[in-house]
């Protein structure tokens, strides 16, 4: 099944976001709009390059995607990286880098 989403990085602060059945930017993808076409996506895209022009957003792609359990989920691992946030521990605790804590499962 095709299923795809837009997603780019919010100019001002290079936040990840993705596109919304409202045409709006969202940085959760579970607010992502699914294309289920070709179609879809052709439209879906001219919006990213709406956005891209108006300065709103830069580097809008298309990203394989599933929708699972009435979730969207990237496909892709680094796609899923993007939408999930750093694998590594971003508080203040110390750990050793070659320690399993210092890692946060991606899932």
Do not use: C
Not at 20 to 28: D, F, K, M, V
Not at 62 to 68: K, N, Q, S
Request: negative net charge; hydrophobic residues 45%; proline residues 3%.
């Amino acid at each position: 099944m095709f299923e795809n989403v837009i997603t780019a990085n919010r100019l001002d602060d290079g936040t990840v976001i993705y596109l919304t059945r409202e045409s709006l930017w969202s940085p959760t993808l579970a607010d992502a709009w699914v294309a289920e076409d070709e179609d879809e996506a052709v439209v879906m895209m001219a919006a990213g390059e709406n956005a891209e022009n108006k300065g709103i957003v830069v580097g809008a792609y298309l990203i394989a995607a599933e929708v699972l359990d009435d979730t969207v989920v990237a496909v892709r691992l680094r796609e899923g990286i993007r939408a999930d946030g750093p694998t590594r521990r971003t508080d203040s605790v110390s750990v050793d880098d070659n320690s399993e804590q210092a890692h946060v499962p991606l899932r």
